[in-house]
């Protein structure tokens, strides 16, 4: 089973702050990579989709990249409500998820 | 549009049998496929399993054993059946579709195990 390591777990940062959250892959999963936003109370809702595509309606301060085993999300220009817990998913074999990342606003 | 809605008992006791369905309207699940997806309280997310367009499944290794998805198409609905619940399997049980990554959720629905 490919194993989804996801940091940081929380991440606390100010309005307009570029944000990083990082994925690691146990093995190649060849950018069959996808990220997800959760509000509390809410079913996910995707961002991201092929490491780098962005979903419909999705804004374009969030950015995804990386290939291999090493994925990343971007959020530039930090807004309120971006504040939410955020979820790597691999589907290259099967699906397995990250832990998550919970961000907040400092 | 596409929307998934999953219902449930809400209360199971240890060591019974979880029924679940999702009503599914917007998408055909004879050209789709609906996976389950569950997260306990404050956790992650783990992926249990898929019902394909052909109506074939797959399951996660480590729940196979314990778990079964079915579905009336005729009624734009799929069903998952999960026995011998413990404490453990409590969380927010959803639906989603399509396969590869998950565009459509249902809202989720919780299940407490407990006696």
């Known amino acids: 089973d490919i194993q989804m390591t996801q940091s940081p777990a929380s991440l606390s940062a100010s309005l307009g702050e570029t944000v990083t959250i990082e994925c690691r892959a146990s093995?190649?999963?060849?950018?069959?990579l996808a990220w997800y936003q959760q509000k509390p109370g809410n079913s996910p809702q995707l961002l991201i989709y092929d490491a780098n595509s962005l979903a419909d309606g999705v804004p374009s301060r969030f950015s995804g990249s990386g290939s291999g085993t090493q994925y990343s999300l971007k959020i530039n220009s930090l807004q309120s409500e971006d504040v939410a817990s955020y979820f790597c998913?691999?589907?290259?074999?099967?699906?397995?998820f990250g832990a998550g990342t919970k961000l907040e606003l400092k | 549009q596409v929307q998934l809605k999953e219902s449930g008992p809400g209360l199971v006791q240890p060591s019974q049998t979880l029924s679940l369905t999702c009503t599914v309207s917007?998408?055909?699940?004879?050209?789709?496929?609906v996976s389950w997806i569950r997260q306990p309280p404050g956790k992650g997310l783990e992926w249990m399993g898929v019902i394909w367009s052909n109506g074939g499944t797959d399951y996660n290794s480590a729940i196979k054993s314990r778990l079964s998805i079915s579905r009336d198409t005729s009624k734009s609905q799929v069903f998952l059946k999960m026995n011998s619940l413990q404490t453990e399997d409590t969380a927010m049980y959803f639906c989603?579709?399509?396969?590869?990554?998950?565009?459509?959720w249902g809202p989720g629905t919780m299940v407490t195990v407990s006696s």
């Open positions: 998913q691999q589907y290259n074999n099967y699906h397995t």
């Open positions: 989603a579709s399509p396969y590869w990554y998950f565009d459509f």
């Open positions: 093995e190649d999963i060849y950018s069959n």
């Open positions: 917007g998408l055909s699940l004879t050209s789709n496929s």
